[in-house]
């Protein structure tokens, strides 16, 4: 294991394996905990944001990119367990793989799964 990953498991376990320990779990607190830590690029030219986070969105509820160009559509599953962190923190993989690809790309959101952190080891 790297540092970096040692690194960052303990900060897991230190920070949010507490939070997911309760009986009741605070989605929309801990997404708003990870998004103030979060730098968010520019969406890429020639492609739109269309951002899908109400209830009244569901079953569907994430972000769109979308061109009007785009021939393809991409689901990007994000890490997290759908539950940590949120698709507005993964959207510098979700521009790159829409401007890489030349397709739209949708980033899902599922609150309803708890995290595991098996592999941060204990």
């Known amino acids: 294991m790297s540092w970096q990953n040692a690194l960052a498991c303990a ?3 230190r920070r949010m394996r507490p939070e997911t320990a309760k009986p009741g779990i605070n989605v929309a607190r801990v997404r708003a ?4 830590r979060v730098l968010s ?3 890429p030219k020639g492609f739109a944001l269309q951002i899908r986070d109400r209830e009244t969105h569901a ?6 990119l979308r ?3 785009s021939t393809r559509t991409i689901l990007y599953l994000h ?9 507005s923190s993964h959207r510098a993989i979700s521009f790159g793989l829409a401007a890489r690809a030349g397709g739209r790309v949708f980033a899902g959101l599922s609150p309803r799964v708890r995290a595991s952190f098996s592999r941060c080891g204990r």
């Open 67 to 69: 061109s009007s160009l």
């Open 59 to 64: 079953p569907l509820r994430g972000e769109w």
């Open 33 to 36: 905990y990870t998004a103030r």
């Open 41 to 43: 690029p520019r969406v």
């Open 79 to 87: 890490g997290g367990g759908y539950y940590f962190c949120s698709p």
């Open 11 to 13: 900060i897991l376990r």
